[in-house]
């Protein structure tokens, strides 16, 4: 049995090496050297963390300046369930990955979320009973309503993709665009129909963010990312804000989006990043607004840890998750929480998830030999 699963993680590694091979020919002049130099590192740490091709580059793991010790510190995505499903079982994963279950299930704990007016798609439903899953019920339901101020998004996790933002109502069956234009309900109906790989939509009420944050931009919530664990207790492990542009419908990173590691004792944002070409960049200023990112104090910071931790103890099952808060005008708000979540906080804080006290997590459950093949 042994030597099965040998095998069978070597054949894993290889067929991700051989695909690596074209990341690398296409990248490698983005940031000089021979392009099977850049191969054949990565590769080392793939077989020791599991850095694919994109990681290397996003986290800057090309870099001459960082030393070897440093990069061992890195994690990357490839067969990062092999570290996660020890501790975060597969028979819980459906809680955080359909929003609407997490969502009603932390309302129910008593912890703040958006308010979800229902789903629409094949199971649709609205929060007063009514069936959502046809446009012409969806169309019946919207008017008589007569909501707006809506946040629109696929319910399985999309980085962005899928998403619509509606402000104030401006006449019956229209409303604002943000972050700007206006959209009428055809469009909405048409929306969903342009992408049908996206069967089912949440639909809740749209957040504002904190007057503080609202200054680089006015219309999009901005999240932070915060990962932590459950042992005996919550523990706090690394954390990023990310601060949309003023044109951007949603502050993911994947979308172009600035992002800025946040000290964990006093909330207080570090250097900012955005990512270009898939590598992330070093960025002082937020573009759209101007504003200096470093030393941004974030508002009502203990109540987001105090958050975290309240809400890590209602699902102490899943042993590590990566919150998603925002940082609303009426307190901090939960969004979701994902148990295979990316690592790019990484990207932003320019350091590993080893170096930090997650690595004390993961040795304690011997998860640190899961993550490749442990060359420490």
């Not at 044109?247 to 955005?274: C, F, K, Y």
């Not at 937020?286 to 987001?304: I, K, N, R, Y």
């Amino acid at each position: 049995m042994i030597i099965i699963k040998f095998v069978s993680r070597s054949l894993s590694l290889l067929r991700q090496a051989v695909h690596d091979v074209n990341v690398h020919k296409q990248k490698h002049s983005l940031v000089g050297g021979k392009w099977y130099q850049h191969w054949w590192q990565q590769c080392k740490l793939m077989f020791a963390n599991g850095i694919t091709a994109d990681d290397y580059y996003l986290y800057g793991l090309f870099r001459p300046e960082v030393s070897w010790a440093e990069k061992l510190t890195y994690m990357g995505c490839h067969e990062r369930w092999r570290w996660v499903a020890p501790v975060s079982p597969e028979h819980y994963k459906f809680l955080t990955e359909n929003k609407l279950i997490f969502s009603h299930y932390l309302h129910a704990s008593q912890i703040p979320v958006a308010r979800v007016y229902g789903t629409y798609g094949p199971k649709g439903l609205s929060d007063d009973g009514q069936l959502l899953r046809t446009p012409q019920q969806f169309e019946k339901w919207l008017m008589q309503r007569d909501l707006d101020n809506l946040f629109i998004k696929p319910v399985a996790g999309t980085r962005g993709v899928g998403v619509l933002s509606l402000g104030e109502k401006i006449e019956p069956g229209r409303w604002q665009k943000l972050p700007q234009g206006e959209i009428s309900l055809p469009e909405i109906l048409a929306h969903f129909q342009a992408q049908p790989h996206l069967d089912t939509y949440l639909i809740e009420e749209r957040l504002n963010p904190h007057q503080a944050l609202a200054k680089f931009a006015p219309n999009v919530l901005h999240t932070a990312r915060i990962i932590s664990s459950y042992d005996e207790d919550v523990c706090i492990h690394a954390a990023m804000m990310r601060l949309a542009s003023a044109d951007q419908v949603a502050d993911n990173t994947s979308l172009g989006n600035m992002s800025a590691a946040i000290e964990l004792a006093t909330g207080r944002l570090q250097h900012g990043s955005v990512r270009h070409n898939g590598i992330a960049q070093p960025q002082a200023i937020h573009e759209s607004s101007g504003l200096a990112v470093e030393g941004f104090q974030l508002p009502d910071w203990q109540e987001t840890l105090s958050l975290v931790h309240r809400a890590s103890r209602c699902v102490h099952f899943n042993g590590v998750l990566a919150w998603d808060v925002a940082l609303t005008d009426k307190g901090p708000v939960v969004i979701e929480a994902n148990s295979l979540f990316d690592l790019h906080w990484q990207a932003t804080a320019s350091r590993g998830l080893l170096s930090t006290t997650l690595y004390d997590y993961m040795c304690k459950h011997h998860l640190e030999k899961r993550i490749g093949f442990h060359l420490h």
